[in-house]
């Protein structure tokens, strides 16, 4: 077992398997030691985790959106290239589906952060932004992007 995949599995962590495209993109791109991965939004056990912060949803129900997210992107980060290639989260871009009285969007977007660093210790910890917009695609809570740098393979 890799290393990665012991902390995963010290972690009580599956991965889901990695979301498809829903419109003309891939999934990810690398560029030199670089992975860029595509916005992945807020599934969880199948079930896109849909509304908005601060009308229907909580804080609690974002931070969970934003650990689904991060889940995503880390089952895209292992399908592109593996994790055990994972460097340094380099940075999440967080975009959180809100009311305008919503100012909570970085908690939220702990939800994503925290599993970074609990799955990569200080390599996870990056920088970051966290965004309140009024929509996102399909309804969903949460959506997340993410740089990644990469150790030579």
Do not use: W
């Amino acid at each position: 077992m890799t290393d990665i995949a012991s902390r995963l599995a010290e972690l009580g962590i599956e991965l889901p398997a990695p979301a498809a495209p829903v419109a003309s993109y891939v999934p990810t791109v690398l560029v030199g030691n670089l992975l860029h991965i595509s916005g992945q939004v807020s599934f969880e056990n199948g079930a896109l985790l849909t509304g908005r912060l601060g009308e229907d949803r909580d804080l609690e129900f974002g931070q969970r959106a934003a650990r689904a997210c991060g889940l995503m992107l880390l089952a895209q980060i292992e399908k592109a290239v593996g994790l055990d290639r994972v460097e340094r989260i380099v940075k999440l871009g967080v975009f959180v589906s809100s009311a305008g009285s919503f100012t909570d969007q970085p908690k939220v977007a702990n939800g994503a952060s925290e599993l970074m660093q609990d799955v990569f210790g200080e390599a996870g910890r990056h920088a970051r932004s966290a965004v309140g917009v009024p929509v996102l695609p399909l309804g969903a809570a949460v959506e997340i992007d993410a740089i990644v740098a990469l150790k030579a393979g």
